[in-house]
């Protein structure tokens, strides 16, 4: 230990006898850090060190990211007397370098810190918000233009579990708006292909495949179970049948749509606001509205998915800003976003006090 210069490296504070180890980072408690050690903001701990450090001879490491902060908070608690403190050279950065054992506070493994690292650091995420996704079951009712990046997305922030459903096979025409293909699976099944991808993304989730064509007579028991349910289907009929089922499951729906070079999300969850049939009801079987037919501008897809994905991610993790009863309308030809206010219909006949009978179970 170099007590003159206050700054010890890792592997000989590995050996080393601490009475204290203090972790001064923010999101301390949140990722790994070095075993035994306790995480103090370097406010509080340069507010009030005796309130976390016993005596002014007590043998204490200071730990932060790379070095820096803990340099600086340590060099403040010896010019206030605690002149065993030091501070550990390259911070934590160097201890996971050194290969030294941390500890994860609450089951993460470090190859799950570091590929949820980035998300773990928000302020509103923490491990918590990595947990609830872990817990998570995710329906996802078509995987084409928004499909894809809602897939993507989820995947790779760690939903523990995705059902990934679509009847149709990959074609030639998807891939300008589905980049999550390659032209080699042209006639798979995209359900299928789909999968793949995902694993590969994140092996650590596990994935169910349904290639079920979804109906009023089915979709209940396709989607039961899952915590949310993101609609990403062109098909106004598919949309009303998957809408019943959230209904009467209780569970929230992630709409969104294209046409052309415009898009809509939404979430609707009938716990707290309207059903995708209270703002769109009766059915429509306007060829129009088929990109097939009308054409798609592909990234307006990708926009939309994206919107989807993190709706989803909000809501599992317990954000208060879910846009529950809010229909957003992007217009990439202006690059601008609308907000429209929804309000739940008493006499929607899927959710309102005149509910038909037309979801069956
Ligand atoms: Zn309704």
């Given amino acids: 230990m170099t007590g003159s210069t206050a700054r010890i490296q890792a592997i000989e504070a590995n050996k080393a006898d601490f009475d204290l180890v203090i972790d001064i980072r923010p999101h301390a408690g949140s990722t790994p850090t070095v075993y035994g050690a ?29 070095g820096l ?58 491990i918590h918000g990595q947990q609830a996704l872990a817990g998570a079951r995710v329906a996802i009712v078509g995987v084409g233009g928004l499909g894809s990046p809602v897939l993507g997305y989820l995947a790779a922030a760690g939903v523990g579990h995705l059902t990934i459903i679509d009847s149709d096979n990959v074609e030639l025409s998807n891939l300008h708006r589905q980049p999550i293909y390659t032209t080699s699976d042209v006639g798979r099944a995209k359900a299928e292909a789909a999968a793949s991808y995902a694993a590969a993304l994140n092996p650590m989730i596990k994935i169910t495949v349904s290639t079920t064509r979804i109906d009023t007579t089915n979709a209940a028991d396709i989607l039961r179970g899952h915590d949310v349910i993101v609609t990403c289907i062109d098909s106004f009929e598919t949309t009303h049948a998957i809408n019943g089922a959230a209904v009467l499951l209780g569970v929230p729906m992630v709409f969104g749509s294209v046409y052309r070079t415009e898009g809509q999300m939404a979430v609707f969850d009938v716990r707290s606001g309207p059903c995708y049939a209270c703002v769109f009801p009766g059915q429509s079987t306007d060829p129009g509205l088929d990109c097939s037919i009308v054409g798609v501008l592909g990234p307006v897809t990708g926009v939309i998915g994206s919107m989807q994905a993190t709706e989803t991610i909000k809501m599992i993790i317990g954000s208060s800003g879910v846009s529950t009863g809010l229909l957003i309308l992007y217009d990439a030809e202006a690059q601008s976003i609308d907000r429209l206010s929804l309000q739940k219909v008493a006499s929607c006949a899927t959710c309102g006090d005149r509910r038909a009978s037309r979801i069956r179970v």
């Fill in 38 to 66: 306790v995480a103090v903001t370097a406010d509080r701990l340069l507010s009030n060190p005796s309130q976390f450090i016993g005596s002014n001879e007590d043998v204490v490491l200071v730990v932060c990211d790379i």
């Fill in 69 to 126: 902060r803990s340099a600086i908070a340590t060099d403040q608690l010896r010019s206030m007397g605690y002149s065993a403190a030091v501070s550990l050279e390259g911070g934590i950065e160097s201890w996971i370098t050194a290969g030294l054992p941390t500890i994860s506070p609450e089951g993460l493994s470090r190859d799950d810190y570091a590929r949820y690292d980035r998300q773990l650091k928000l302020p509103d995420f923490g």
